[in-house]
């Protein structure tokens, strides 16, 4: 099995920085797409950015400009930066994986159990 750990998350300013991590661990054969979602109170989880393998990177455009996703291929670790943080960015943040299973030749996705983040003054 894989588990996915993040971490990093907590209580910050407006205008203040954050960065989180993940780590995948267990029995992988190899990382693919690795991104974030985040989900606030009372709303459905949505898509925040995600790294291919290679390094190609998408973003929504709420955080295009203030958020960076980047990842370490050695350690399945994937981070996000996150500056000039606002209320609204408000969430629980999860991290995804898809993960290469040699034995069904599939790609399977993984998520992470969660971390708050919480902008307030």
């Known amino acids: 099995q894989v588990q996915l750990v993040e971490s990093g998350g907590g209580l910050v300013q407006p205008g203040g920085s954050l960065r989180l991590s993940c780590a995948a661990s267990?029995?992988?054969?190899?990382?693919?797409?690795m991104g974030w979602y985040r989900q606030a109170p009372g709303k459905q989880r949505e898509w925040v950015t995600n790294?291919?393998?290679?390094?190609?990177?998408n973003y929504a455009d709420s955080v295009k400009g203030r958020f960076t996703i980047s990842r370490d291929n050695a350690k399945n670790t994937v981070y996000l930066q996150m500056n000039s943080l606002k209320p609204e960015d408000t969430a629980i943040y999860y991290c995804n994986a898809d993960v290469f299973e040699p034995l069904s030749v599939t790609m399977r996705p993984y998520w992470g159990q969660g971390t708050q983040v919480t902008v307030s003054s």
């Open positions: 790294i291919t393998r290679g390094g190609t990177t």
């Open positions: 267990g029995r992988i054969f190899s990382v693919y797409g």
